[in-house]
């Protein structure tokens, strides 16, 4: 038998006890899920032990943990009829800090593999001491005559002696710490803070969690709306959790009632992903992507994530680690049984499950975006309108690393078929003989469609790809190529619609208008690179293209951005060789070359305008026409 004595906590444990109050877990408040999943794994063992041993005398629907609350002598009780402790196993659970006796009891017995264990780390019980002066712990182990108390004040070491109890379980009692100007610990003895730390982690333990709660109800019998105090007994968790159910077992309105519940969001979700995986990895996932986009998404601000639960025991609110950025949308929860209940975040982040957990919801979510693609075009057109830029900065982000993965979930405007497709459908109605996929930038599809420099594309009946998010075109360059076709901007220099023959012509025309090429180009200044004619155009007279890797529509947005970094495209001024004006400014140089220098800079600024940038100089070019005019 045990008698009360005085032990120390070994030298390693009362390091660890320290480093528990004060720093490991980063809310107090996670004692209560802490006290509750032992609570649960003392249930889980007696409850095992009842499927082979009548003697037991309870079933299932007789477990439960109660919550007792003393506001009065600062007291926290929290009661189950489990399995309770011998002194023995008292000693062992309790007198070493991070031993799991949930953890052993599972390696003895095989056959409770199939039971979800939830306290495998051993540390969780000491958690109490963030909020408590004084833990004791009064315990009766199933078919032992004996009882015993343990009692500590925290790193100075515990007690152990029997004590008076009749009934097999555990009863920890918590006498919480007084308040302090950081800390306010009475919040601990709030029945309704209770009420919303048992749902918000332990909502989904299958046992149920009970607490006396006091409510005012009308007098029976009064008539003048008196009424009266009484206290009743409230079960605070539901005990089903809903992703644990047969998708068969669900109906639509059942997910969307829990997503805008859980979820805070008054509309429906556009799509719900619902999976169990078993194997190697053993989880569910209950996925949704949303139908609006959270007011802060592009801030900041916005935190991404998934709930993730251990067993039904949540552990962490936003667990970042499971989604990439691409898919920060994403809103929902994963369940595993192959994690612990860690005792940090940091620890939690090094978890090969869960990265092997994350690396299988990136693959999930990237499928059922496809088939959502192909099997209800409407809804993943809305989701794209939503959250189609978040893709293609997943397609830019870290030099493109995941763009294999993302690149036929995107689209773009066609100026052929009049809607949004995928890369992949224009490839597939690519011309024969086409070497190029053709694509145009601007601010709308509206004055995209006007830009003179589609012109030869379209005479060629080739279809262009409209860009009209800054990043778009950033996206195709990362890209490179599709199926074997490179990716060519209609305003680049060289776009591939010109014959030998018509780049030869082009080339000895320039030659023999080299001079007054010049004349034009040092009229406008550095603001063009060269001035030359060109041939892409149809019925306009001048337009702007730049040469390499920098379009003009890459320098606009590298320019928005808060830290300018100087980039600047190569531009040309290209005026159409067919067009009157190119015979007017050969005509004119040989007789009035003042004239040729202010018809320059109009056609520049005409070219700006056209390409839907602001003009350098307008009171210039107003003073231009005007005299142009008079």
């Not at 032992?38 to 109660?66: M, Q």
């Not at 031993?99 to 939830?118: L, P, Q, V």
């Not at 950081?182 to 009970?210: A, G, M, Q, T, W």
């Not at 194997?279 to 601000?301: M, Q, V």
Request: proline fraction near 2%.
């Amino acid at each position: 038998m045990i008698i009360l004595s005085k032990k120390q906590f070994k030298a390693e444990s009362k390091k660890l006890l320290n480093l528990m109050i004060n720093s490991i877990y980063t809310h107090k408040e996670i004692f209560l899920r802490e006290l509750i999943s032992n609570a649960s794994d003392a249930i889980d063992k007696l409850y095992f032990r009842s499927l082979t041993d009548s003697k037991v005398g309870l079933g299932k629907d007789d477990f439960e943990i109660k919550i007792h609350l003393d506001q009065e002598n600062r007291v926290l009780t929290v009661t189950d009829n489990g399995c309770g402790m011998s002194g023995d196993e008292l000693e062992n659970n309790l007198g070493v800090i991070a031993k799991s006796g949930s953890m052993s009891f599972k390696e003895e017995n095989e056959a409770a593999s199939e039971i979800d264990i939830i306290g495998q780390f051993g540390v969780g019980f000491y958690s109490a001491f963030m909020v408590s002066d004084r833990v004791t712990v009064e315990t009766k182990a199933y078919g032992e005559d004996t009882a015993y108390r343990w009692e500590s004040q925290g790193a100075d070491g515990y007690t152990v002696e029997p004590c008076d109890k009749g009934e097999t379980g555990t009863v920890i009692t918590l006498y919480i710490k007084e308040d302090t100007e950081e800390e306010k610990y009475s919040e601990f003895l709030d029945s309704f803070h209770i009420e919303n730390l048992v749902k918000k982690y332990s909502d989904y333990i299958r046992y149920p969690i009970r607490m006396d709660v006091t409510r005012e109800r009308p007098l029976e019998g009064a008539e003048n709306g008196e009424t009266e105090t009484v206290i009743e007994t409230k079960t605070l968790n539901s005990m089903i959790p809903l992703w644990r159910k047969n998708k068969s077992e669900l109906t639509k309105e059942e997910y969307q009632q829990f997503y805008q519940e859980k979820f805070y969001d008054y509309t429906e979700p556009l799509k719900i992903i619902h999976s169990k995986t078993e194997g190697l990895l053993t989880y569910d996932a209950l996925l949704y992507i949303p139908g609006r986009a959270p007011y802060d998404f592009y801030t900041k601000d916005y935190e991404k994530g998934l709930q993730l639960y251990a067993s039904g025991v949540l552990i962490m609110e936003k667990c970042a680690d499971l989604l990439p950025d691409y898919y920060s949308f994403v809103r929902g929860l994963v369940d595993s049984a192959d994690l612990s209940l860690n005792i940090s975040r940091e620890m939690l982040q090094h978890d090969h499950q869960l990265k092997a957990i994350a690396k299988a919801l990136d693959k999930k979510i990237t499928n059922e975006l496809k088939a959502m693609l192909k099997n209800d075009r409407e809804n993943y057109e809305k989701f794209f309108q939503i959250f189609g830029v978040q893709l293609k900065f997943g397609v830019y982000d870290e030099f493109g690393v995941h763009k294999e993965e993302l690149k036929d979930l995107l689209l773009f405007y066609s100026s052929t078929e009049k809607k949004a497709v995928t890369i992949k459908e224009y490839r597939e109605r690519m011309k024969e003989g086409q070497e190029k996929i053709y694509y145009a930038c601007g601010s709308s599809v509206d004055k995209i469609d006007l830009l003179p420099q589609t012109d030869a594309a379209k005479a060629k009946g080739y279809e262009i790809l409209y860009l009209t998010d800054n990043i778009d075109e950033f996206v195709l360059q990362i890209l490179l190529e599709y199926d074997g076709k490179g990716f060519v901007n209609v305003a680049a220099d060289d776009t591939g619609l010109d014959s030998e023959e018509q780049k030869e012509a082009l080339k000895n025309e320039n030659e023999a208008a080299k001079e007054l090429l010049d004349f034009m180009h040092e009229a406008i200044g550095d603001a063009v690179k060269g001035v030359r004619f060109t041939n892409k155009l149809q019925k306009h007279a001048v337009c702007l293209t730049s040469e390499g890797k920098i379009s003009l529509e890459m320098e606009r947005v590298l320019k928005s951005m808060p830290t300018d970094s100087g980039v600047k495209a190569d531009v040309f001024l290209d005026i159409n060789t067919a067009h009157p004006v190119a015979g007017k400014l050969k005509q004119l140089y040989a007789t009035d070359q003042e004239q040729v220098a202010e018809y320059a800079k109009i056609l520049y600024a005409q070219a700006r305008l056209i390409g839907g940038m602001s003009v350098d100089n307008p009171v210039e070019l107003t003073d231009l026409i005007c005299k142009l005019m008079a």
